[in-house]
């Protein structure tokens, strides 16, 4: 009787000790079908319909069940010149082959944009409705140059950003940057007056939303920024390889220290103008930087503009391995591997 008791507990026990075995020795084959799953449910992690709306804690952005989080994607470049670019088609290459999870939408406020062209509205919202279809986040940038500084056009930001935050506000995938790069002298208390305007309209309508405020000096004094009083609110740095340096990385440092949370919604591997070559070194260095400090990153840009930061080829409009610029080859590793 004890002989057939332990032929039957052998018996219990034996597969388990073979399934032990055959995942100590899987096959190479096992191995790599192993690795591709896992990196299906990381990729499937990295989207809005399993992270749901993005929270601020400390210095790290997390998603809405508190897990680490990081944005990773490409900007447009401006949307009324290069509309025809952003096709669905390109979008989804963008996440599926470049394995990015957000989408800025540079709207300009001036430059023929959004002041002098309302209509340009419609092509940011049909955008906005493409990038949640493919689930992805997208950022909604309120994107001031020539126009300085953002108290100028506050009333015409509050209704736009009314308008887009009541029609996406149950969408966690909307994010909004309503200042792009303060500059011309603008300090961080006009920053400030602006934000104290326009953010109660958005958290009105979508309380939840993450938003991206602007800093200054086309956004690099993030060492100067006082946090604001609201929850969910990242502040911008913004870098160009060739022009920023170990100088720029110290605000950066200083204002982490400062317990400020940074999101790098802009940068670029040329100069600051956009053009006059590629810095990868430069750039390896804050790649490396942002990575330690899980910051989250936006390139610029998606256009095949005649310039170094362009990541199409002049005169291309699909993108494939085959139209890309030394800095479009350059920064798909980059993400790829983000």
Known sequence: MKKVFKIFILLLILPILVSGCGSKNESPREKRKTEKKEQKIMEKNSYPSYNGFLKVDGTRLVNDKGEDFILKGVSTHGIQWFYDLYTKENIMSLKTDWNTNVFRLAMYTKENGYIDDKSIKDKVISLIDTVIELDMYVIVDWHILSDNNPTMYTNESKEFFNEISSKYKDKPNVIYEICNEPNGGTTFDDIKTYANEVIPVIRNNSPKSLIIVGTPTWSQDVDKVEKLNYDNILYTLHFYSGTHKDDLRNKAKTALNNNIPIIVS?????????????????????????????????????????????????????????????????????????
Not at 327 to 337: D, Q, W
């Open 266 to 338: 802009e940068f670029g591997v040329s100069d600051a103008s956009g053009n006059n070559g590629i810095y990868l070194e430069e750039t390896d260095k804050w790649i490396e930087f942002l990575k330690q400090n899980k910051i989250s990153i936006i390139s610029w840009s998606l256009c095949n503009k005649n310039e170094s930061s362009a990541i199409l080829k002049e005169g291309t409009n699909i993108l494939n391995d085959e139209n890309l610029s030394s800095a479009g080859t350059y920064l798909k590793e980059v993400f790829k591997n983000y």
